[in-house]
């Protein structure tokens, strides 16, 4: 049986953008005003940033951008497990029914993405049966940086891989989550993009070309026939993974070519790269179908 390797990496490369699209100000439960967390984020070199106050859209037509470009959303938080709404027109009413919300999100043009399922002392902010339920969400915070505070775990890889191991096609994404000064900068989201437009990332974020971050530097990602190539800047390990957290390879050193067997029955592959300290950065999943399906 032969399989084909579906890359969410477009071959022509583009430029990568740093940003963040989970950050709080004092709109509602952050630290710093909406200019001030503007001008924190830019001063770190960040590319995008979504203010994502909770249930509400924070104004920023009158604010100094600094060089960023801002991305309109909000925390969907009220009455349920918390959720991204991304490129957001207006705010969406947090029913219950999550779903109902995600319909909500999608119809307005947005996206959702599902917060720190890993937190709280039953390490269940939003329990695995919801995620598995719903349909029609980009993905999840596979790294929120508040919640290595809090209880809980900061990483949901665990759930993530769930999810992919059983069919579902969603992305992880890394967000700092910012509710104090100490809180910025300790995770972002790196897009692929071919323009520094709202409209390009938006797309990028929603389609899977980017990979999250908690200081790893990814500089290349190649994909052709069955043969993937990771470069890193700084990467001590990589490490790829199929269905279910099932390890197929590991490496020492800043780069992995790693070739999808060609009689595999795994449904994808993904890519952590481990750095000094806390630092790491993981891919997106990389989708194994028979040829036969792709036909």
Request: proline share 5%.
């Amino acid at each position: 049986m032969s399989v084909v390797v579906s890359s969410p990496y477009p071959a022509a490369g583009g430029m990568w953008l740093k940003g963040n699209l989970h950050t709080h100000t004092t709109n509602s439960d952050g630290p710093l005003s909406p200019q001030e967390t503007i001008d924190a984020y830019a001063a770190r070199g960040y590319d995008f940033l979504m203010l994502s106050d909770h249930d509400q859209l924070s104004d920023v037509t009158a604010l100094d951008h600094r060089g960023m470009v801002l991305i309109p959303g909000n925390e969907i938080s009220a009455d349920g497990p918390h959720m991204l709404h991304v490129n957001a027109t207006k705010v969406i009413a947090p029913n219950p029914d999550r779903q109902v919300v995600i319909d909500a999100v999608n119809a307005d043009g947005g996206f959702t993405v599902v917060n720190h399922p890993n937190w709280e002392s039953s390490f269940s902010h939003c329990p695995q049966e919801r995620l598995e339920e719903w349909n029609g969400y980009a993905g999840i915070e596979i790294f929120n940086g508040i919640i290595g505070i809090l209880p809980g775990s900061p990483l949901a890889t665990d759930r993530w891989d769930r999810l992919l191991g059983g069919g579902r096609r969603i992305w992880g994404y890394g967000t700092d989550d910012c509710h104090r000064l100490g809180d910025l900068g300790v995770a972002w989201t790196v897009v692929q993009a071919d323009k520094r437009t709202a409209a390009d990332l938006v797309s990028s974020l929603r389609e899977g070309r980017f990979y999250a971050s908690t200081g790893v530097v990814i500089t290349r990602v190649a994909a052709h026939g069955r043969t993937i190539h990771i470069e890193t800047a700084n990467a001590q390990h990589i490490k790829a993974y199929s269905d279910y957290a099932y390890r197929e390879a590991s490496v020492d050193g800043a780069a992995m070519t790693f070739i999808v067997p060609e009689d595999t029955s795994k449904g994808y592959v993904r890519f952590e790269c481990w750095g000094a300290g806390d630092k790491m950065a993981w891919t997106q999943p990389f989708f194994i179908a028979p040829a036969s399906q792709q036909q």
